[in-house]
Each structure stands twice: as C-alpha cells, then as structure tokens.
C-alpha cells in the first residue's frame, strides 16, 4: 500500500503519569518517519495534526486522501508543509513544479488537489518530511528558500544550548490557518534544545530529529513541568508533544531537529517559560 495511516488518540496528563516506558513509546514515538516510495501517516488527536515522511527513489509518489480524512483529496480540508532533508526534489502540486533543495521548504494550502512528490535523483533522493493540519482557508502556496527563513541564535556554549532556530512556515513569511514549521541546529560542543523548557497549551507541537549520529541518542523529555517523563530517540525518529507537556531534548552529541506545530493561535512567541529549578 502506497498510502497508509495509524491513528494516535489523545491522552491526558493524569493517564500519562501511569505510563511506563513501552506505553509512553507507544503513544508519542513515531520510530519510522521516511518510507522509501510511500507515505504512511500518523494522525494524532491533538489538534488533528498528520506527520509523515517520503523519500521517492524509484517511483514518484502522489498525495492521496486517507479515510480519516473522508475527503476526496488530502488538502479538500487541509494545508501542508514540506521541508525537504535529502537531495533536490520537486513537488508538483495541479501542474506547477516547486523544485526544493536540501532544506528547503513548501507550504501548500487548502483546496490543492493533485500534489506528486518526486527526486531529481535515485541515488541522492529528496527526503520530504510532512506536517499537515486542518484549514479552513484556500492561502497560496508558497517556496520557503533558504534566504527566506527568519534566523534566531539562542543559548549559549556555556549552558550547553547554543543553537540556531531557523522559522519556515511562520504567518511573518507565509499565510497559514494554523500549521507553523521550523528547523533549529545545536551547536558542536552544545546538546540542549528548547531549555529552559517551555509549555504552550494553545497549541501542541511534534519534533522530529534528524542528524543525529548512527552511535548517539537524544533523550526527550516531556510531561507537565513537575512530572516529566522521558523517551530515547534515534535519528529519524518524531515524537508528539501534548499541548500540556514541555518538550526538551538533550543529546549524546549535537543534532538537528524540525519542530511543527498547530492549534489556538499563530503566536510563536507565546510560551509559558519553566523555570528550570522547579522542573521535577
Ligand atoms: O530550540 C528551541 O528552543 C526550539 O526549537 C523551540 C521550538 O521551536 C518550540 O518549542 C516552539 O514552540
Ligand atoms: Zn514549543
């Protein structure tokens, strides 16, 4: 099947408290992102939010509609975002031709029918990662190039979070509904990402990382700020962040990671900041 999905229900805080290793992986990780010539997709309850992954090596892929979504087409009621890691590729989305390079981005907006994700090579295929989230509004689609982004340099060498955030699909560079994607990069020498940790329970959040080194790890945590829990991750792996739950990750060496999010409001900086001594 060309075109899958798995269904993530919504758990509340007090539910994940009892959670022990096996279900909180259970629950939250998504272990297989990338499928080679094939979209398999997550649909999570929180804020209805579709993560996937593509990487066209023998075959051009095409969006179709999953029955969740009981549309005719995958965008009849949503928008999308694409941020390429791999090799150039192009999206066709109704006859027009979007070529992105590594770490370029995409927004498709509602109402697209015909989108096909292909590589201009086999051999250095596009890896495509995909957020979607429901609209309720046509905005036209838009490139997101790598002179486009809004950088952001935050941390420092000496807390161990040096890291640079880079904002693709934010309603400063792209009309959206609801959907908001980024990429940030700690530093050499750095391992933290998103510390002092953060909740915004206007909106919940994924994370997906990526360059991580085959030997290393990056240890996730989540919860609410006094109960948190953690998950281990590989390269490649994403895991979904409840509205209520920080998200902060701390890796056996630097590493990249493509944050997305959706919900309440379009107000990156609306963060409810943990101070980082009262984290239990
Ligand atoms: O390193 C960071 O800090 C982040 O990347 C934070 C995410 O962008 C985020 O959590 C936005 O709400
Ligand atoms: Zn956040």
Redesign the pocket.
Known sequence: MNNTYEVRYASSPEAVKQYDTEALRKEFLVENVMTKDALKWVYSHYDRYMISGVVPVTKSVELVSVDPLKSENFLDRRELGIINIGGTGTVTADGTEYTLEHKEALYLGQGNKNVVFSSNSGDNPAQFYLNSTPANKAFPNKKIGLNDVEVVE??SPEKA?A?T?KKYIVNSIVDVCQL?M???S?KQGSVW???PA?V?DR?M?V?FYIEVPEDQAVCHFMGQPNETRHIWMANNQAVI?PPWSI??GSGTSNYT?L?G?AGENLD?SD?DICKINELR
């Open positions: 935050l941390g979070n890291r955030l908001q980024g990429m940030t700690i990402n998103t510390m953060h915004h909106r959040e994370y962040s998200h902060s990671f944050w999010m990156y963060m």
